[in-house]
């Protein structure tokens, strides 16, 4: 249960509700169910940053809202653009932590990667988030203001929950967040268009399916569990085995597929032996690959494949009729591309 049937002289956030969490909020003040929809349009569609502009609810509402609830926002401290059009946000929270976010732009579509934690507790060794600590979740408004502010400047169609931290370790605030993103009253982005990416936490996992209807994609990195091991921590607690499995589980609309993220490290998981392993592991699931070639960040201790270890690997899948794709590492100029997302950690001393 959330904070709000608590009464405490602190007014609630308002983005933090989901609509049905609105409703009775609501309801408790004695109001109308239909009312959240109007005020969820207001929120998400409009941009409204107080009740006063909320026109067609009542004066005395407006009023009672105001001192009930506040309406946050989330002015970016500074935006970097690329080269090729990706935008880098850098955002600061009320406790002074700072998050990014990352707008990428395409010819039909417009991405947002969004950050759901501040730093990361899985430790994997080639990210560069996963190097500090967690300081703290990420608050469902504070998810969502991301996606408020981008949408000032550009149309979001498409959302990715790929920026700082690990969804699935924020699972209820995510699942509140994921609820805004896709209300036919909120964003109204398709859940087509959204997508969650985890690192493997396999109870979570299943949870989320039984939550939300959106796009899975899971980070797997490696074809043992030694090397996953290596890679990413979280493996010892739940080994490939369970990973795939719950990946087999997990529920699928029609014709949909999980994303496998597969981030190439040289002389790591680059063979041609990974790339049957990763048939054999992948056998029988709807998937796609993402292969992602490393990004080199200062410090780090390992490298990108060659161009050819990419290439025989992606070629190898397809041989297998696997639906590929190499991405192209997007921002890479202003330290926008995967896993190259910290904010100012380390000079916070939020480590
Ligand atoms: N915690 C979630 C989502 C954030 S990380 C997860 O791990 O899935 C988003 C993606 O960036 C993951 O697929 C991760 O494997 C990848 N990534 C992290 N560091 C990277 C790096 N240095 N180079 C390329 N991809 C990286
Ligand atoms: Fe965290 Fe994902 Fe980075 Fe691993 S890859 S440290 S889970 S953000």
């Known amino acids: 249960m959330k904070g709000f049937f608590v009464h405490t002289m602190e007014k609630v956030d308002i983005k933090n509700f989901c609509l049905e969490d609105l409703e009775a909020f609501l309801q408790g003040l004695g109001k109308e169910k239909y009312r959240a929809k109007q005020i969820f349009k207001w929120l998400y569609q409009r941009g409204a940053t107080s009740f006063d502009e909320m026109t067609n609810l009542s004066k005395d509402f407006r009023q009672e809202l105001a001192l009930q609830a506040r309406i946050t926002s989330l002015q970016p401290e500074k935006v970097e653009k690329s080269v090729d059009g990706t935008k880098k946000y850098l955002f600061v929270l009320e406790d002074g932590s700072s998050i990014e976010s990352v707008l990428i732009p395409e010819e039909d579509r417009a991405t947002l990667c969004v950050s759901t934690q501040v730093g990361c507790a899985m430790g994997c060794r080639f990210c560069l988030t996963g190097s500090f600590s967690l300081k703290r979740n990420l608050s469902c408004s504070e998810i969502i203001n991301q996606v408020c502010a981008a949408q000032t400047t550009d149309r979001i169609t498409n959302i990715v929950l790929m920026g700082m931290g690990e969804p699935l370790a924020n699972l209820e605030n995510v699942i509140s967040a994921l609820k805004i993103m896709t209300c036919p009253d909120g964003f109204q982005i398709s859940n087509r268009r959204v997508t969650v990416s985890t690192s493997g936490l396999v109870p979570e996992i299943e949870k989320l399916g039984r939550a939300v209807i959106v ?34 589980n997990f529920p699928l609309p029609n014709r949909r597929m999980i994303t496998i993220e597969y981030v190439m490290v040289r002389g790591i998981n680059d063979t041609i032996e990974d790339a049957r392993r990763l048939v054999k592991l992948l056998k029988g699931i709807p998937v796609k690959v993402n292969l992602i070639p490393f990004n080199e960040y200062d410090g780090c201790e390992f490298r990108k494949p060659e161009q050819e270890s990419i290439d025989r690997f992606h070629r190898h899948l397809l041989y297998k009729n696997l639906t590929v794709i190499t991405r192209a590492s997007r921002g890479a100029d202003i330290s926008a591309a995967c896993g190259q997302l910290r904010a100012k950690m380390e000079k916070d001393g939020a480590n």
């Open 215 to 248: 796009n899975l994609a899971v980070s797997l990195n490696a074809t043992t569990d030694e090397q996953r091991d290596l890679l990413m921590p979280i493996n010892r607690k739940y080994p490939l085995a369970t990973l795939i499995a719950a990946c087999r």
